[in-house]
T-cell receptor, first 108, second 122 residues
Framework: EVVLTQSPATLSLSPGERATLSCRASQSISNYLAWYQQKPGQAPRLLIYESSKRATGIPARFSGSGSGTDFSLTISSLEPEDFAMYYC??????????FGPGTKVDMK | QVQLVESGGGLVKPGGSLRLSCAASGFRLSDYYMSWIRQTPERGLEWVSYISSSGSLIFYADSVRGRFTISRDNAKNSLYLQMNSLRAEDTAFYYCARDLRPMSREGWFDPWGQGTLITVSS
């Protein structure tokens, strides 16, 4: 099973700042990585798939990069609505599909 | 508007059974692979099961294999999860989710339903 680890667990930033979230896979997953955003009381929402492709309707301030075992999600300038939990997920080696434990982006 | 709506959650005793439903609208269910995914504060997001567009290919997480059964009725635009021999550790929010692209087996989940809560407790 591919284990995903995310860092940091919590990122405390202010609106307008740049956020960089990391996801590391326990073995190479090529570019088969997605990022999801989840707000309290809501279901996760796909932001990025295939490591760097933005899903429909996702603002350009969200970008993803990486391949192999190391990936990152960058939010270039945080908007108030971006404070949320972020999860990575792999679909390279499955079953099972696996998710990371999440990074909370909260307001400083 | 693409939408998934789960139903069937509730409180059930250990060893009991429950059937979840997921009603799809705004797209042709028969074109998409579908999943069930669950979430708890302790274990986070956990993929449960995956079914092909026709229902001929099915995959399960080890933790539920032999106890849960995924199925679909494309004519009714519905996905199901039959859960038997429920355990306390099955307590979670359960989401149905669609694959991102039609006619492909990829595992990018978009969109998700709003979720339904299953509580297994005596």
């Amino acid at each position: 099973e591919v284990v995903l680890t995310q860092s940091p667990a919590t990122l405390s930033l202010s609106p307008g700042e740049r956020a960089t979230l990391s996801c590391r896979a326990s073995q190479s997953i090529s570019n088969y990585l997605a990022w999801y955003q989840q707000k309290p009381g809501q279901a996760p929402r796909l932001l990025i798939y295939e490591s760097s492709k933005r899903a429909t309707g996702i603002p350009a301030r969200f970008s993803g990069s990486g391949s192999g075992t190391d990936f990152s999600l960058t939010i270039s300038s945080l908007e108030p609505e971006d404070f949320a939990m972020y999860y990575c997920q792999q679909c390279s080696i499955w079953p099972p599909f696996t998710f990371g434990p999440g990074t909370k982006v909260d307001m400083k | 508007q693409v939408q998934l709506v789960e139903s069937g959650g509730g409180l059930v005793k250990p060893g009991g059974s429950l059937r979840l439903s997921c009603a799809a609208s705004g797209f042709r269910l028969s074109d998409y692979y579908m999943s069930w995914i669950r979430q708890t504060p302790e274990r986070g997001l956990e993929w449960v099961s995956y079914i092909s567009s026709s229902g001929s290919l099915i995959f399960y997480a080890d933790s539920v294999r032999g106890r849960f059964t995924i199925s679909r009725d494309n004519a009714k635009n519905s996905l199901y999860l039959q859960m038997n021999s429920l355990r306390a550790e099955d307590t979670a929010f359960y989401y149905c989710a669609r694959d991102l692209r039609p006619m492909s087996r990829e595992g990018w989940f978009d969109p998700w339903g709003q979720g339904t809560l299953i509580t297994v407790s005596s």
